[in-house]
Nanobody
Framework: QVQLVESGGGLVQPGGSLRLSCVGFGFEFSIWAMGWYRQAPGKQRELIATINSGGLTSYSPSVKGRFTISRDNAKDSVYLQMNTLKPEDTAVYYC????????WGQGIQVTVSS
């Protein structure tokens, strides 16, 4: 069964950092591009970072320079390092495998608040 499982969310103060992890199960992880999305309350889900099978990355303007996506194919994992967090980064974050059929993780809450 194809599955993505996220971990690492929580509550952090403005200016702080968090690292999200996502492990893939049931598919050949290394050949797939992977992405991180987020959905804030009352807003649409947005794509914030992608990494292809070769390690090429892209970011939305809202997180570029603060967030870093990376992958470790030996661990079937993709990561999102989030630095200089702002209250507007508060959202549910989703790991995803893009494709003809999107595969989504369960989502993990990140709250940035003092």
């Amino acid at each position: 069964q194809v599955q993505l499982v996220e971990s690492g969310g929580g509550l952090v103060q403005p200016g702080g950092s968090l690292r999200l992890s996502c492990v893939g199960f049931g598919f050949e992880f290394s050949i797939w591009a992977m992405g991180w999305y987020r959905q804030a309350p009352g807003k649409q889900r947005e794509l914030i970072a992608t990494i292809n099978s070769g390690g090429l990355t892209s970011y939305s303007p809202s997180v570029k320079g603060r967030f870093t996506i990376s992958r470790d194919n030996a661990k079937d994992s993709v990561y999102l390092q989030m630095n200089t967090l702002k209250p507007e980064d508060t959202a549910v974050y989703y790991c995803a495998r893009p494709g003809a059929t999107m595969v989504w993780g369960q989502g993990i809450q990140v709250t940035v608040s003092s």
